[in-house]
């Protein structure tokens, strides 16, 4: 997975779980929990279908890293090489 693949399922992701989120409005290293207003039951939802999504087992310890679409997209791309 290259990083462009990564980030486009960041935000499919955070667009399935908050549908009406504009994600085209985030940048790179915007905090988007916060931006987007994600409550602790969004983000472990969020955090299900990006796994479901990728593939990849996401750990709780993983979590701290999935705060924006960058640290997103750099935890994909170092799980799928």
Known sequence: MNRTDALDMVRESISRVIPDADVGALGPDDAFRD???MDSLDFLSF???LSERSGIRIEDEDTPRLTTLAGC???LVAHTQ
Request: net charge negative; proline share 0%; hydrophobic share 65%.
């Open 47 to 49: 955090v299900e279908v």
């Open 73 to 75: 997209a750099d935890f």
């Open 35 to 37: 931006m987007l207003e």
